[in-house]
């Protein structure tokens, strides 16, 4: 039903394909069957709780999104999975890399891999390409769509086929394509910019000098149902997290980690990241009607940078988002009410991936012009 949708794709020469983690075990076969019915040999993307195409959003069903494009060869590289050891992706695109440099890198990663942040930056810097993707996501396996890794790469699950797991793999861009990229937090503020003044690991031990308990529930009560959730605090969980500015930045980027633990004997906060003393902290909240005027923000501006009517686009979404924050549907509609009806392919993540760093509760759009 995808390749009849699809329709004449003579002369494409890379193809984007996502698939519901339903459909995961059969990743192999399918990318397998694209590439001799197609012709197309590159194909890149991964597996989602959800998958976004033909302007539909399907969640928990076995689905498959796909779309071609007719890119110069030579204006991109596809590269295989790499998990720490660089070798296999200087192979792939070492050469191209030195004559063409690269702008843009559409990256997927595995989300087991334990240093997830530190290969996400690796691969940005040897690169010099501006990253955008995410972290696969399925209650299954977790394969990525890339090219051969001929045994080079690391990984224990290496593979010599058009499917691989275990690291980071993707697609490079040249500066002959142009794109325009842009992110959209899930996520407000609640309170002011704290500082963390007293910090072990990924525990918040004390905030502007006082228990990071107490800093905590003060910005909590300036929230409408504070005092609900200060009486229990179990109901803060998947409501608020904490935003971790990101310095040099002037654009007020901050990181949303989840909480993880409250300890109301110590007034201790745990979270999903390592921080330390120093570090700037805030509190936010994750709601459908923040996310809604993010996202019109970002699209709008989005608009603005464009060049020319957009081509094709990649969407990838935090899993926490999509019909449980916008309804069903509703993130995808928000899409194509401003840009139209752009063929767009993407996936629901469980973590995304913009510039250098990996992000949480938010949406990566990437447009093709």
């Given amino acids: 039903a995808c390749l009849d949708r699809l329709g004449n794709v003579r002369g494409c020469t890379l193809g984007f394909l996502y698939v519901s983690d339903g459909l995961a075990e059969h990743a192999t076969s399918i990318v397998t069957l694209l590439r001799g019915i197609t012709g197309i040999r590159d194909w ?52 191209w890399l030195d004559r063409n440099g690269a702008t843009l890198g559409l990256v997927h990663v595995d989300p087991r891999h334990q240093r997830l942040n530190d290969l996400v930056a690796q691969v940005a810097e040897a690169t010099g390409a501006f990253l955008v993707g995410g972290l696969s996501a399925s209650r299954g396996a977790f394969p990525q769509f ?77 929230e409408e149902d504070g005092e609900g959730l200060v009486h229990d605090l179990r109901t803060v969980a998947g409501t608020l997290c904490a935003g971790l500015p990101i310095t040099g930045t002037d654009t007020g980027d901050y990181l949303v980690r989840d909480l993880v633990a409250i300890d109301p004997r110590t007034g201790w906060l745990a979270i999903a990241e390592r921080v330390q003393s120093g570090q700037p902290v805030l509190f936010t909240r994750r709601g459908k009607a923040a996310a809604a005027a993010d996202l019109e923000r970002m699209l709008a501006g989005l608009k603005r940078r464009l060049p020319g009517p957009p081509r094709g686009g990649v969407y990838v979404s935090c899993v926490a988002r999509g019909p449980s924050l916008f309804g069903p549907g509703g993130e995808v509609a928000a899409l194509r009410a401003a840009l139209g009806d752009v063929p767009l392919v993407g996936f629901f993540a469980n973590g995304e991936i913009s510039h250098n760093r990996l992000y949480g509760y938010t949406g990566v759009l990437t447009l093709f012009v």
């Avoid at 071609?68 to 660089?86: H, I, K, N, Q």
């Avoid at 500082?195 to 990924?202: D, G, L, S, V, Y």
């Fill in 44 to 95: 890149v993307g991964t597996v989602g709780i959800g998958v976004i195409g033909g302007g539909e959003e399907v969640f928990d069903a076995p689905a498959i999104a796909i779309m071609a494009t007719d890119l110069p060869p030579d204006s991109y590289r596809v590269f295989p999975v790499v998990s720490g050891d660089l070798q296999p992706l200087r192979r792939a695109a070492g050469g």
């Fill in 146 to 222: 890339t090219v051969p890794g001929s045994g080079a790469t690391l990984a224990a699950t290496a593979t010599d086929g058009p499917v691989g797991e275990g690291g980071l793999s993707g697609v490079l861009f040249g500066p002959g394509v142009t794109v325009v990229t842009a992110k959209t937090q899930g996520c407000s503020p609640i309170g002011p910019l704290h500082t963390i003044t007293a910090a072990e690991e990924n525990v918040i031990l004390e905030i502007d000098g006082r228990p990071a308990l107490d800093v905590f529930k003060e910005d909590i009560l300036r």
